[in-house]
């Protein structure tokens, strides 16, 4: 995926406001199931949020796990969320349009 601007970084951060947590991470870490949940969401959203429910003192090294996994970007960590953004590569299944 190529390299996104902080103008992009940016709104997507504000596109994210309104999104609920869509998996969540718990007691048993980054498991072979959880990753294919996290995946499969990218693929339907584009953009999602992962609460970190157990896990909470390895947030960023498990975000950035499931980032380098997945093929998404990681936009931040706020409190117990990761936002995580990944482009679908099929056009008709792109939900969000990024600023240039």
């Known amino acids: 995926m190529n390299a996104l601007t902080a103008q992009q970084k940016k709104y997507l951060r504000a596109c994210s406001h309104d999104l609920k947590p869509v998996v969540y991470v718990g007691q048993h870490g ?3 199931a959880v990753i294919k949940d ?3 969401a990218l693929s339907d959203h584009e953009l999602i949020k992962v609460r970190f429910v157990d896990c909470k003192d390895k947030k960023k090294e498990l975000s950035e796990a499931v ?5 998404a970007v990681l936009l931040g960590i706020k409190g117990h969320l990761a936002l995580l953004f990944r482009r679908s590569p099929l056009a008709h299944r792109q939900r969000i349009t990024l600023p240039k």
Do not use: H, K, V, Y
Request: no cysteine; aromatic share 0%; proline share 0%.
């Open 38 to 40: 996290i995946d499969r």
């Open 67 to 71: 980032a380098g996994q997945t093929g």
């Open 30 to 32: 980054l498991s072979e």
